[in-house]
């Protein structure tokens, strides 16, 4: 039976709860126990697969085809172990549940409360499977006293009733703001909150105190005292200049030690952080740099990209390079040139992305990079696009385009080389979707098959000719164009098991020059990059000698 760590933030958001619990899954793991990490989400969207990336940043998208937050990705990341449909819920997918139990009656005619039956189902969430592994790490979205927030505090106070003594413990991460007037770091804010907490019954086995200077020990000892904590569990954690060292930063301040003498551990195996002294080692001593152009459109927060920022940084410690990324709005491109805004980069990387709005822009740069050879990657609408660059370009077919743009506007535009895909293959069954389907869920989600071309860049890459990739999509690029594209010199070196969906585009004439209609950068970690990415880094690192 598992272990509870349930993770909980005051005073402000955006404190880096889910990396404390990313690297405090790492931690575990040095030191030889299996982990799982969870996230509870209060808001009352049913998943994040509909919110604006402008507002909540990427979609995390795991094998099993859920659509989460993307702190998951920083589990994934700092963990390797795979996040799952299971790992990530929001209030709104609780309630739903709820109130689809209550319409078949399966509540018995019972008046349904958020106690018991909203919190018993945040709790059976929690529970799923519980024999799984030596820790399983919860955290809670939002900041104690968020009004949506109540019926999940709720449920993990009563959880933690519901186990044997000593299986749960909770860590509270608040701030220490530094007042220049005063000269001091303030304790207050995180004593109100620890009283907070403790108000709804729950009581902080573990503090982490962000802060911007280190804590001295007179602070140390009053959020101890206040707080009722004990002395060693008041763990700072002070700003770091990669989230990379956080692993080691955290155990330096004895986070893993503090948790597990919580547990009463205290006989657990000294860790074993190699892998993360490398990674530290790699991302603090590089030895050149590459410039990066990201021609996207959700460039104003950078968090929506941030899975392929923290892949091309794995790529950069794996060749021993800084990655600079400079992001590029590729709206700009309807008004200013190509040449002298992508000049001097030494790759460039169209991301994924919904919606027409800057598309032309994608398109003029996927062609740049062709045209100068500059290495470029394209992922999912960044593949589309080079397809339609080529089709465009080098095929002559002038007005293509994607039925997405079409749909969007209710006009018939263009040729379709990127159609709306209504039926797949999904392991053994079919899987049928239509355009006026529900937004939510209705793409091609989560890992599938590809098979590589023998003897194609992508299969020297990764190495082997089977792999599997995550997606989410709805348009695929049209195999009926294979011919006359692949006569231009744009090769389709990989694709679905059963040859009819386009997986990867790849021009053989041209340094690198490589799209896939998946996400490789859910899967990439610092600690084992991504094969595409740590070969297009490899390019630019190349592409750098030649400028
Ligand atoms: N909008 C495109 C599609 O739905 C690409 C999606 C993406 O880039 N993730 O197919």
Request: with cysteine; aromatic share 8%.
């Amino acid at each position: 039976m598992a272990r509870y760590i349930f993770i909980t933030g005051g005073v402000v958001s955006s404190l880096g709860k889910g990396l404390a619990s990313a690297a405090l899954g790492a931690l575990l793991q040095a030191r030889g126990y299996s982990v799982r990490l969870r996230k509870l989400d209060p808001y009352l969207n049913v998943d994040p697969g509909t919110m604006s990336p402008f507002e909540h940043g990427e979609v995390f998208v795991t094998d099993d085809g859920a659509e989460t937050d993307l702190d998951l990705g920083h589990y994934e990341r700092f963990t390797g172990v795979a996040a799952r449909k299971t790992d990530s819920v929001s209030s709104g997918r609780i309630y739903s549940t709820v109130l689809e139990k209550e319409r078949r009656g399966d509540y018995l005619g019972k008046t349904i409360q958020v106690i018991p039956h909203v919190t018993n189902e945040i709790k059976d969430f929690i529970k799923i499977g519980d024999d799984e592994v030596d820790f399983m790490l919860c955290e809670l979205g939002g900041t104690i006293g968020d009004i949506e927030g109540l019926p999940f505090f709720e449920a993990i106070r009563q959880f933690s009733q519901d186990k044997e003594r000593g299986q749960c413990i909770f860590m509270h991460l608040t701030l220490l703001p530094y007042l220049n007037a005063a000269g001091e770091l303030k304790t207050k804010p995180t004593q109100h909150s620890v009283k907070e907490l403790r108000s709804i019954g729950i009581a902080p086995d573990i503090l982490v105190c962000r802060s911007e200077r280190p804590i001295p020990k007179k602070e140390r000892d009053k959020l101890a005292l206040f707080c009722n904590v004990r002395p060693d569990s008041v763990i700072a954690a002070e700003d770091m200049e990669s989230i990379y060292d956080a692993p080691l930063r955290y155990h330096n301040e004895g986070l893993d030690t503090a948790v597990l003498a919580a547990f009463g551990i205290t006989d657990a195996p000294a860790p074993k952080l190699g892998i993360w002294n490398d990674v530290s080692e790699r991302v603090h001593n590089p030895e050149g740099s590459v410039k990066i152009a990201i021609v996207g459109k959700y460039i104003q927060l950078e968090d929506a990209y941030k899975s392929i920022k923290e892949a091309l940084t794995h790529g950069g410690m794996f060749n021993r390079v800084k990655v600079q990324v400079e992001w590029v709005d590729a709206e700009v491109f309807d008004s200013s040139d190509v040449a002298e805004r992508l000049t001097g980069f030494d790759g460039i990387l169209v991301p994924g992305g919904f919606g027409e709005r800057g598309t032309e822009g994608k398109i003029k740069a996927a062609q740049f990079a062709r045209e100068h050879k500059v290495p470029y990657l394209g992922i999912c609408l960044g593949m589309q696009m080079a397809v339609i660059e080529a089709a465009r370009n080098l095929a002559g077919l002038t007005d293509a385009g994607s039925e997405e743009f079409d749909h969007e506007s209710g006009n018939k535009r263009f040729t379709p080389v990127v159609y709306h895909l209504k039926e797949w293959v999904e392991g053994n069954r079919t899987v049928q979707r239509d355009v006026a389907d529900d937004k939510g869920g209705t793409m091609r989600l989560g890992a599938y098959n590809a098979t590589l071309k023998e003897g194609s860049q992508v299969a020297g890459i990764y190495g082997t000719t089977e792999i599997s990739e995550r997606h989410r999509h709805r348009y695929e690029v049209d195999i009926k164009y294979r011919e006359q594209l692949e006569d231009c010199g744009l090769v389709f070196s990989g694709m679905s098991p059963d040859g009819r969906l386009p997986e990867i585009v790849e021009i053989p004439d041209h340094p690198w020059y490589i799209g896939v209609q998946f996400h490789p950068e859910l899967k990439s970690k610092p600690f084992e990059p991504h094969p595409l990415f740590r070969d297009f880094v490899k390019a630019a690192v190349e592409q750098s000698r030649l400028v």
